[in-house]
């Protein structure tokens, strides 16, 4: 079975005033320390424990960023990761880096935000990669798994016939048809809080039966498959922590709450 090779984009729209990396006054987001540990090294090794994965590359601005952490620059200097400058938006870092990539197939793309991923959950998504046929795959977690683990937590989630879906911002592709799905987020994604930019990206059919709940995630996926001509599929995650990122501070405090429970725990 062929190894997994991992992307990392890790880049920041906003830098310094970022209110995430405001918190420590730190020039980017991703060199936050989370639980005392910086943020994307935790990413970095949750995709590093996994047996699946043979390379590592991290899209981010500059390597100078990198090197702002001790942690990072030593872990750049062993070759645990390998440094990608990124481009404008997510797809064209997408593209970008599958182009500066010798034989990125078969690829998953993470982000630098995902600090509570787990090499289990990395393991996960790639088991189902390689049973499942397909061009590009996603990652997502039922809302009822969510629910039972944070009763009280409220989030946003993708409300279908086949009940509510997060998306767990695990990505995967087998090859170049699959960059056509990457290219919904050349304006940026975060399509809940920008309708505009699901319309555009994925037409209106798809935004008509996503709104009135007129089919389940596997048939949305089938959807977009016929609109780009390529096969997409959902792969479900049975974690709760999956499709919690770092984007505000409130996710910040809410990842340490969990990532100190975990330690007790252990």
């Known amino acids: 079975m062929k190894k997994v090779t991992a992307l990392i984009l890790a880049a920041s729209r906003k830098g310094p005033r970022d209110e995430v990396a405001q918190l420590q006054g730190v020039s980017h987001k991703c060199l936050v320390e989370v639980d005392g540990i910086v943020m994307l090294k935790r990413v970095v090794d949750a995709i590093a424990g996994s047996d699946y994965v043979d390379r590592i590359f991290v899209s981010i601005e500059s390597e100078a960023v990198l090197r702002e952490s001790d942690v990072l620059s030593e872990m750049l200097d062993r070759d645990v990761f390998t ?12 593209q970008q880096g599958v182009g500066a990539i010798e034989d990125p197939y078969p690829l998953i793309i993470s982000t630098g935000d995902n ?7 990395i393991d996960h998504f790639c088991t189902e990669l390689h049973a499942t046929e397909g061009d590009g795959f996603a990652g997502f977690t039922p809302a009822q798994t969510i629910l039972d683990a944070y009763p009280d937590g409220k989030r946003a989630f993708h409300e279908l016939k086949d009940g509510g879906w997060s998306s767990c911002n695990l990505y995967g592709q087998k090859n170049d048809k699959a960059l056509t799905a ?9 399509f809940g809080k920008q309708p505009r930019r699901l319309l555009k990206a994925m037409g209106l059919g798809f935004a008509i039966k996503y709104k009135f709940k007129l089919t389940t995630l596997q048939g949305l996926a089938d959807h977009l498959s ?7 599929k959902p792969i479900a995650m049975p974690f709760a922590d999956a499709p919690i990122d770092v984007d505000n501070v409130g996710d910040f405090h809410r990842s340490e709450r969990i990532l100190k429970k975990r330690r007790e725990v252990a």
Not at 115 to 121: S, V
Not at 226 to 232: I, Q, S, V, Y
């Open 83 to 94: 440094f990608l400058p990124s481009a404008d938006n997510l797809f064209s870092s997408i």
């Open 115 to 121: 600090a509570l991923h787990t090499t289990e959950y």
């Open 182 to 190: 990457a290219k919904a987020f050349e304006t940026g994604g975060q």
């Open 226 to 232: 016929r609109r780009w001509d390529l096969n997409l």
